[in-house]
């Protein structure tokens, strides 16, 4: 007979009881909580700060200033007057007749260039990466320098249009001296410069598209056009709506092309904008209050087809 064990076993080992945990505390798990996530609260706070103190401040600082008159640093509320004042300027309409002629040229150039471009690209099987590369290039050159170029381009005496034009025996043009080619010259050379990043766009848009589509397309015996009309436009659809809404955003607001092209106002007033007489009220008249009512104006009617566009859209998808 075996002497008993002195060792006690493991099931007869008697834990000491554990303090039952008590209800979490909000307060404890809140500041862990906000401990982990500061400095995530610190990038969204510096955001929202940035944001606010550069995008809506000035907004709200133009609502104001269009309802008020700035006078030797005395404001004071003038109500509707200053929109009076722009009403009854007669380069008002004229710069918004440009402005909506450089929308409606700026879309057929700009918006299908980019696109037909696209598609080339998206076509080819080598070279497309040194492409995509040569038309984005334009997009990174400062806006000043694009402009000297189409400077030289467009110049009368020794520009590099004039000379091909001579030697196809065809006489040669004022583009921007004539008031019926210097909307058009600004046009071009707007194109040229902003087309880089749309037609990326739509590449990475087109190469989206399954491959079997455009198989079926051809099995039902269709041609490049119909390939493009049937299966590449509707694919595509979001992505042309927005862009779409973008360019005429963009245009609407062109400043830089015509002032530096033209000066800004051009022959006979012929690339007056939109904003150009904005800056004009601002920084040639010292009217801020005219300026900022015009302002405002341009912001409703944006804002207008911005909203156009969403209800457009949820009615397409609905």
């Known amino acids: 007979?075996?002497?008993?064990?002195?060792?006690?076993?493991?099931?007869?080992?008697?834990?000491?009881?554990?303090p039952a945990d008590g209800p979490p505390r909000r307060g404890g798990s809140f500041g862990r909580s906000l401990r982990r996530n500061l400095t995530a609260h610190g990038f969204l706070i510096g955001a929202v700060l940035c944001f606010a103190f550069f995008s809506w401040y000035p907004m709200v600082r133009e609502f104001l200033l269009a309802f008020q008159k700035t006078d030797r640093g005395e404001v004071s509320w003038v109500g509707m007057d200053n929109l009076s004042t722009v009403f009854n300027d007669p380069a008002f309409w004229q710069a918004w007749?440009?402005?909506?002629?450089?929308?409606?040229?700026?879309?057929?150039?700009?918006?299908?260039?980019?696109?037909?471009?696209?598609?080339?690209?998206?076509?080819?099987?080598?070279?497309?990466?040194?492409?995509?590369?040569l038309v984005y290039l334009p997009v990174m050159l400062p806006p000043v320098a694009s402009v000297l170029l189409f400077k030289y381009l467009y110049d009368?005496?020794?520009?590099?249009?004039?000379?091909?034009?001579?030697?196809?025996?065809?006489?040669?043009?004022?583009?921007l001296q004539d008031p019926g080619l210097s909307m058009l010259s600004v046009v071009i050379a707007s194109t040229w410069m902003n087309m880089g990043?749309?037609?990326?766009?739509?590449?990475?848009?087109?190469?989206?598209?399954?491959?079997?589509?455009?198989?079926?397309?051809?099995?039902?015996?269709?041609?490049l056009l119909r390939k493009i009309w049937h299966v590449t436009i509707p694919q595509t659809r979001l992505i042309l709506s927005l862009m779409l809404l973008m360019q005429v955003i963009a245009t609407m607001q062109v400043f830089?092309?015509?002032?530096?092209?033209?000066?800004?106002?051009?022959?006979?007033?012929?690339?007056?904008?939109?904003?150009?007489?904005?800056?004009?009220?601002?920084?040639?008249?010292?009217?801020?209050?005219?300026?900022?009512?015009?302002?405002?104006?341009?912001?409703?009617?944006?804002?207008?087809?911005?909203?156009?566009?969403?209800?457009?859209?949820?009615?397409?998808?609905?």
Do not use: C
């Open 1 to 18: 007979m075996s002497a008993p064990s002195l060792t006690p076993s493991k099931a007869a080992r008697v834990r000491p009881a554990q």
């Open 97 to 133: 007749r440009n402005t909506a002629l450089f929308t409606v040229l700026a879309l057929v150039l700009g918006f299908a260039v980019p696109f037909v471009v696209a598609i080339v690209i998206n076509e080819l099987r080598h070279g497309k990466g040194y492409l995509r590369l």
């Open 156 to 175: 009368p005496g020794y520009g590099l249009l004039n000379e091909v034009l001579g030697f196809f025996g065809l006489p040669e043009q004022q583009w």
């Open 197 to 223: 990043g749309a037609a990326l766009i739509y590449l990475a848009a087109l190469q989206g598209i399954p491959g079997e589509l455009y198989e079926a397309a051809e099995l039902d015996g269709a041609g």
């Open 256 to 318: 830089v092309e015509p002032f530096l092209l033209t000066g800004g106002a051009g022959p006979e007033g012929s690339t007056t904008t939109v904003v150009y007489l904005i800056y004009q009220y601002a920084f040639n008249f010292n009217d801020y209050g005219a300026a900022a009512a015009l302002g405002l104006l341009l912001l409703v009617l944006l804002a207008g087809v911005s909203a156009a566009y969403v209800k457009l859209s949820r009615v397409e998808d609905e």
